[in-house]
């Protein structure tokens, strides 16, 4: 999976602590699988999308009705304006807006052209190439270090332990998991048990359950999976290990 990512701390609240801040992560999304999902997430909730047309002197609504990453392209709605429907088709491309549970989500889309579905007139878009998506968050997620590899032996009570690694992490519970990508793991799954190992400092055994699951190249070639996780069990264990991941990132970062 292609994507970067920027966290812009947010000032504290003076009554609150510092890991309490609000933060604003931006997320750049280049895999079409990750696209795919966020736009069937628009389509599931039915959310509204925004375009300005006739260079930003009229606001196109839509939402989306289809998504085909396979085929690379995905089908909008006719708004209620015709003469905004008209200069959509008269544009080469398209920038669209949405907001989705609390995030903003910005993409571009080219060659808009007419056809139907489900016997309904409706617009057919080149699919994005890439996909911004801007997230306040109650916890900040902290990539760890390389050299602070938190080795994981993942579902070691189920059928087929195996290894993995905790690449990013926040005290909200929420982090990321890189593997073997032979290993299939479905958004729901739920890993039992799974083994945390940090050198020097006790084991921290917790269930993981599997948000989502993306492929990934690192930058030599090798590929991977990576899977949004969420921590089942804030145990004081837990959090003591995630805060002091914290705190060593902070000085880190002030070196």
């Known amino acids: 999976m292609e994507r970067s990512s920027v966290d812009a701390g947010g000032s504290a609240d003076a009554a609150e602590p510092a890991e309490r801040a609000v933060h604003t992560t931006a997320v750049l999304f280049r895999s079409r699988i990750e696209i795919g ?13 925004s375009a300005d047309v006739q260079n930003g002197q009229r606001l196109f609504l839509t939402r989306v009705l289809h998504v085909d990453p396979e085929r690379e392209f995905f089908v909008i709605a006719y708004s209620e304006n015709k003469t905004a429907n008209m200069e959509l088709r008269e544009q080469a491309g398209v920038d669209l807006r949405a907001t989705h549970h609390g995030s903003r989500i910005e993409f571009s889309a080219w060659r808009p052209t007419d056809t139907v579905f489900n016997e309904q007139a409706a617009v057919r878009l080149e699919f994005p190439v890439m996909l911004a998506r801007w997230q306040r968050r109650q916890y900040p997620r902290y990539e760890l270090p390389a050299e602070a590899s938190l080795r994981c032996v993942a579902d ?10 905790i690449s990013d992490i926040s005290l909200g519970g929420l982090g990321a998991m890189i593997y073997d990508p032979d290993i299939r793991l479905p958004a729901g799954t739920v890993l039992r048990d799974c083994r945390i190992m940090i050198p020097g400092k006790e084991v921290v055994v917790t269930d993981l359950e599997v948000r989502y699951t993306t492929p990934s190249v690192l930058a030599d070639g090798s590929r991977l999976n990576r899977s949004g996780v969420r921590f089942l069990q804030k145990t004081d264990e837990l959090e003591a290990l995630i805060k002091v991941f914290v705190i060593d990132l902070e000085q880190k970062a002030k070196e």
């Open 156 to 165: 070691s009570a189920g059928f087929a332990p195996f290894e993995a690694r």
């Open 37 to 49: 999902r966020i736009l069937d997430d628009l389509a599931r909730d039915g959310s509204t999308v």
